[in-house]
């Protein structure tokens, strides 16, 4: 009786284990990529639109991989943007007494994922593009991006913060933090209310919001 009793212990509690691990995806190891005049504006989190001073690189090529008709896209700007999620996941322990089995038994643990998104910018003209920060199904996002591309092959990225909550002016002027090109940013988003802050994306400063031009003398 005892061991009849402990078989179906031992079953409920790995169906409880079941239930309640795979609370938290972990990302599929392949970041999506988007062109931004394929995503709908209208839902995103928001459209970003850049001035750059001096014409970035525009090469554009795309590849494909049949595996997973996966579509990867290069040689122009583009913007990455990060999700997180957050859930209960389990692990399983081991318990026993003397002259009993050992069973096992659920260990809650709080996980995380992390996901990203690529999404490469609608060329305006040789100065202006403008990009789509998409939202992305039951994933947090970080209220974060950044800017990558490249002039005359020198790589440059500037990250950028934006709020949904509250309001502010969210177009800046700002500059690249490793060889210094200038920017006009704009930000238009989904319900009239935000802000948009540059962070100093240079090594050794993750995430702080502080790198822009001096003010100039008049304003």
């Known amino acids: 009786?005892?061991?009849?009793?402990?078989?179906?212990?031992?079953?409920?509690?790995?169906?409880?284990?079941?239930?309640?691990?795979?609370?938290?995806?972990?990302?599929?190891?392949?970041?999506?990529?988007?062109?931004?005049?394929n995503l709908d504006a209208s839902q995103a989190l928001?459209?970003?639109d850049v001035a750059f001073a001096l014409a970035p690189d525009y090469k554009p090529s795309?590849?494909?991989?049949?595996?997973?008709?996966?579509?990867?896209?290069?040689?122009?700007p583009h913007i990455e943007v990060p999700y997180f999620q957050k859930g209960l996941d389990v692990d399983m322990g081991l318990t026993g007494l003397p002259y009993i089995l050992p069973i096992p038994y659920p260990v809650p643990k709080v996980d995380t994922g992390r996901s990203e998104y690529k999404v490469f910018g609608q060329r305006l003209d040789e100065q202006h593009y403008r990009f789509v920060?998409?939202?992305?199904?039951?994933?947090?996002?970080?209220?974060?991006?950044?800017l990558l591309f490249q002039?005359?092959?020198?790589?440059?990225?500037?990250?950028f913060r934006f709020n949904t909550q509250t309001s502010c002016a969210s177009s800046l002027k700002v500059i690249t933090p490793d060889y210094g090109y200038p920017l006009s940013v704009s930000a238009k988003f989904k319900n009239e209310v935000g802000?948009?802050?540059?962070?100093?994306?240079?090594?050794?400063?993750?995430?702080?919001?502080?790198?822009?031009?001096?003010?100039?003398?008049?304003?």
């Open 1 to 37: 009786m005892k061991n009849s009793l402990t078989g179906r212990g031992v079953l409920l509690l790995i169906g409880i284990a079941v239930s309640l691990g795979g609370c938290v995806s972990q990302g599929s190891g392949h970041d999506r990529e988007f062109l931004s005049e």
């Open 46 to 48: 928001l459209t970003f």
């Open 62 to 76: 795309q590849s494909q991989f049949h595996a997973d008709d996966r579509i990867t896209y290069s040689g122009f």
């Open 133 to 146: 920060v998409p939202s992305k199904s039951m994933w947090n996002s970080g209220h974060t991006f950044a």
């Open 151 to 159: 002039r005359r092959e020198r790589r440059e990225t500037i990250t």
């Open 195 to 219: 802000c948009l802050t540059v962070c100093d994306g240079r090594p050794g400063y993750p995430g702080d919001c502080a790198f822009q031009p001096q003010p100039t003398s008049g304003g």
